[in-house]
């Protein structure tokens, strides 16, 4: 019997990685339907590297390049991570930045595989490069934001 893998550690070894997603997800969607006041709350507290991750997958954008854009190098995030730790203030709002863009976008567009198609796409009033992209500062997410407000209006298409 002692040669024969035990199923109940691979079996917890998932559970443990479910509960994580489950836990990623949730933390996620707080940070979706938050309002502003909760949102600065939780901004201070600081976001956990996984909700990146999971942001990252929703875009379906490389987290090795999504970092770059909320500036956090990957070994800070790896290392983040592994420690369980959570990210700085600058980083964390960043993140908060990025939700509510992905918000705004999954409203306009209706389905999240429309919202991901538009915010990963080049567009060409923001210079050619995707919102995602574009919105790596702060004046840029400003005008990725107004200029889903002007399509949401009608007045840019």
């Known amino acids: 019997m002692s040669g024969v893998p035990r199923k109940a550690g691979i079996h917890g070894v998932e559970a443990a990685r479910l509960r994580r997603e489950k836990s990623t997800a949730a933390r996620f969607s707080k940070l979706i339907h938050s309002d ?24 379906r954008v490389s987290p090795v390049h999504f970092v770059d854009y909320i500036g956090l190098s990957r070994a800070t995030l790896d290392r983040k991570r592994r420690n369980h730790g959570v990210l700085g203030l600058v980083e964390s709002d960043r993140v908060v930045r990025y939700t509510q863009l992905w918000r705004q976008a999954v409203h306009l567009w209706g389905s999240e595989a429309a919202a991901r198609q538009w915010l990963t796409a080049p567009e060409a009033s923001l210079g050619g490069v995707s919102p995602v992209e574009h919105a790596a500062t702060e004046i840029g997410s400003r005008q990725v934001e107004d200029l889903m407000g002007q399509i949401a209006n009608g007045i840019a298409t």
């Open 36 to 59: 502003d006041r909760a949102l600065v709350e939780i901004t201070k507290q600081g976001i956990g590297p996984d909700v990146v991750v999971h942001l990252a997958e929703k875009l």
